[in-house]
């Protein structure tokens, strides 16, 4: 089985360039999560998705930050104008149900972004 | 603020020796808890999870870690540990079914053979 896929593994961006990451969750999942993780830092939280919809962002930042996921093709996460501070790791996870019941989240490689 | 104390950064124990590393949430509400764990160059993976019923849960290779609900603790435990459990160790919680996880800063820890 083949579990999230996330691309690129490694980004790099000048500041005010745009970031796009990508994750392909689990075949058959439909929830998917994005977190952030800095130097030093655990992961950090930043928004649930289900096909289509956006469910919790309450750990995105208000500015420059978005993220969908389409009905057909990967969740994307997407940073506009990247500043140096926005370099980190990004990890997807995707689950199988949703809140009606407790579901593991399935984590993938992450994708780093480093900012110069 | 919800949030997850993990006491200790870094650990260094020998082959053999026992572990334990500690976990503190802050939340008032019912939570399910979870230790995962990354091996070098790898995936994060689920250790063990508690979400309801005996508080003491064992997990994959060994693991084990016990809830105590009136100290707010996911303390995780191993009897004897090896050089292939050196890895960075995550507690985290979430709120419900489908909550984003909150984590710990991780714990590293460094098996010496």
């Known amino acids: 089985n083949a579990g999230v896929m996330q691309n690129p593994r490694h980004l790099v961006r000048r500041r005010g360039q745009e970031a796009r990451l990508r994750c392909s969750p689990v075949k058959g999942h439909s929830h998917v999560y994005w977190y952030r993780q800095l130097p030093e830092e655990g992961l950090k939280f930043m928004v649930y998705?289900?096909?289509?919809?956006?469910?919790?962002e309450s750990g995105m930042p208000k500015e420059r930050f978005s993220a969908e996921f389409p009905k057909e093709g990967p969740s994307i996460l997407r940073i506009q104008q990247v500043v140096r501070g926005d370099s980190a790791a990004y990890f997807c996870?995707?689950?199988?149900?949703?809140?009606?019941?407790?579901?593991?989240?399935?984590f993938g490689p992450g994708t780093r972004l480093t900012v110069l | 603020a919800q949030s997850v104390s993990q006491h200790n950064h870094h650990v260094i124990l020998s082959e053999a020796a026992s572990l334990e590393l500690g976990c503190n949430y802050s939340y008032g509400g019912t939570v399910n808890l979870f230790w995962y764990v990354q091996y070098p160059g790898q995936h994060l993976q689920l250790l063990l999870k508690y979400f309801s019923g005996d508080p003491l849960v064992k997990g994959i290779k060994g693991f084990e870690a016990e809830f105590i609900k009136s100290k707010f603790s996911f303390n995780l435990r191993k009897p004897s540990v090896q050089w292939s459990d050196t890895a960075e160790y995550f507690c985290?919680?979430?709120?419900?079914?489908?909550?984003?996880?909150?984590f710990g800063k991780g714990t590293h820890l460094i098996i010496q053979p």
């Open positions: 998705l289900q096909k289509e919809n956006i469910i919790d």
């Open positions: 996870a995707s689950s199988r149900t949703g809140r009606e019941s407790y579901n593991e989240q399935f």
């Open positions: 985290a919680f979430s709120r419900g079914g489908a909550d984003g996880l909150t």
